[in-house]
Nanobody, 120 residues
Framework: VQLQASGGGLVQAGGSLRLSCAAS????????MGWFRQAPGKEREFVTY???????YYADSVKGRFTISRDNAKNTVYLQMNGLKPEDTALYYC???????????????WGQGTLVTVSS
């Protein structure tokens, strides 16, 4: 599986962005798809994942503001980010793996990352 993330950019606090992650491969629908982020000088952290059936889970820091969704027909997963805060500034990565997990080590495939910058 190859992943290509896009949609990052510069936005003011309180604004919105939608990230996309396009996947190659016929088995996309069988993978758990996750989003992680890494801020400058910090470790990569879990944001959210979505099961192939649509069930999702969020980190407390984004719950109620971010929404993950997937379109298995288009081999694409989305991350709608509303109410953005300066502390959301990071490089955002999409990932694919076999487990419903918030641990980066449980994901086998990673996209290249897309930068989100939130100004105050």
């Amino acid at each position: 599986v190859q992943l290509q993330a896009s949609g990052g950019g510069l936005v003011q606090a309180g604004g919105s962005l939608r990230l996309s992650c396009a996947a190659s491969g016929r088995t996309f629908g069988s993978y758990i798809m996750g989003w992680f982020r890494q801020a400058p000088g910090k470790e990569r952290e879990f944001v959210t994942y979505i099961h192939w059936g649509g069930r999702s889970y969020y980190a407390d820091s984004v719950k109620g503001r971010f929404t993950i969704s997937r379109d298995n027909a288009k081999n694409t997963v989305y991350l709608q980010m509303n109410g953005l805060k300066p502390e959301d500034t990071a490089l955002y990565y999409c990932a694919a793996g076999p487990l419903t997990s918030s641990s980066a080590g449980d994901y086998d495939y990673w996209g290249q990352g897309t930068l989100v910058t939130v100004s105050s």
